[in-house]
């Protein structure tokens, strides 16, 4: 049974940084591309980042030079840093695991940036 969990969302102040984690288990994590969509109220699924199995990383515009995406293969584990956080970032951060047709999605994890 594969499972995809994130941890690691919260309340931060505008400025300040969350460190997003995402668990896989159940599939061979390392030839899995793995990435992080997120969906505030009302407004579309943005994809903010991914990580192919060798390591390429892709981000959305509106996050690149405040957000990192890594992984840790050994532990099936994929990180998302977030710095420099802004009101609109806030949302539920979904994280996935994908290979060929086939997707698993997390339950997702709460970000809200709030002064």
């Known amino acids: 049974q594969v499972q995809v969990v994130e941890s690691g969302g919260g309340l931060v102040q505008p400025g300040g940084s969350l460190r997003l984690s995402c668990v896989a288990s159940g599939i061979i994590f390392s030839i899995y591309e793995m990435g992080w969509y997120r969906q505030a109220p009302g407004k579309q699924r943005e994809l903010v980042a991914t990580i192919t199995r060798l390591g390429s990383t892709n981000y959305a515009d509106s996050v690149k030079g405040r957000f990192t995406i890594s992984r840790d293969n050994a532990k099936n584990t994929v990180l998302l840093q977030m710095n420099s956080l802004k009101p609109e970032d806030t949302g539920g951060y979904y994280c996935?695991?994908?290979?060929?047709?086939?997707?698993?999605w997390g339950q997702g994890t709460q970000v809200t940036v709030s002064s």
């Open positions: 996935y695991a994908r290979r060929s047709t086939n997707t698993y």
